[in-house]
């Protein structure tokens, strides 16, 4: 929806393995949303982008957390030494400018072993 | 914080019907309120934004209203189809940055199935 790619789509890691979540909006939004969704729940709040700041990490779950936008446009979200209970979909979201209306991508679902 | 309980958690209907989906809020302190779908591995399809001074909005086959200082919106399908069947989501957004900011805050959801 709305030109947010994510990748990759799915990633198995071995517990204490650290991963890499990309997500890119085609087209140029300035506000950026992670969302968490564990199986079954709805998605939960992780962080929030305007441009290249971050201005708000207050979703995230422990400092094994780490998000970025150093450009404004590409975010990464990154998780180190990952747990069981890291095992979940991440959504990416971009704000429409004029109605605040969120668009997400199809999510990268993370599994950990 | 914002808690968000959507009702009934699971929906089982035959084609043809008539549908109302609920979602209660307990901060009535919205900016909008989004309504999604989701497809089962998929992401979240916006279905429908209700701003805070609207009481409704219609796509299609659909029609939510909100009534913000209940805390409570609903979301109607009208003459349900197969291709209906997937999880329902709202999401009111919380106030504070405006359009662009804003926390969603996600109910559970609705399972709908509809067989033919």
């Known amino acids: 929806g709305a030109g947010v790619s994510q990748s990759p789509r799915y990633k198995v890691a071995k517990r204490g393995q650290d991963v890499a979540l990309r997500c890119d909006p085609i087209s140029g939004h300035v506000s950026l949303f992670w969302y968490q969704q564990a199986l079954g729940q709805g998605p939960e709040f992780l962080t929030y982008?305007?441009?290249?700041?971050?201005?708000?990490k207050s979703g995230l779950p422990s400092d094994r957390f780490f998000a970025e936008r150093p450009e404004g446009s590409v975010s990464t979200l990154k998780i180190q030494r990952t747990q069981q209970e890291d095992s979940a979909v991440y959504l990416c979201?971009?704000?429409?400018?004029?109605?605040?209306?969120?668009?997400f991508g199809e999510g990268s679902r993370l599994t950990v072993l | 914080k914002q808690e968000v309980t959507q009702i009934p958690a699971a929906l089982s209907v035959p084609e043809g019907e008539n549908l109302v989906l609920n979602c209660s809020f307990t901060?009535?302190?919205?900016?909008?309120l989004q309504w999604f779908r989701q497809d089962p591995g998929k992401g979240l399809t916006s279905l429908l934004l209700?701003?805070?001074?609207?009481r409704e909005q219609t796509s299609g086959r659909l029609n939510a209203s909100l009534d913000k200082s209940s805390g409570r919106s609903t979301l109607y399908i009208a003459a349900s189809q197969p291709g209906d069947s997937a999880t329902y989501l709202c999401a009111p957004k919380g106030v504070g940055g405006g359009t662009s900011y804003g926390k969603l805050t996600f109910g559970q959801g609705t399972i709908l199935t509809v067989h033919p």
């Open positions: 901060d009535s302190a919205i900016y909008n």
């Open positions: 209700i701003q805070s001074s609207q």
């Open positions: 979201a971009v704000s429409g400018a004029n109605t605040g209306e969120l668009f």
């Open positions: 982008f305007q441009n290249e700041a971050q201005l708000d």
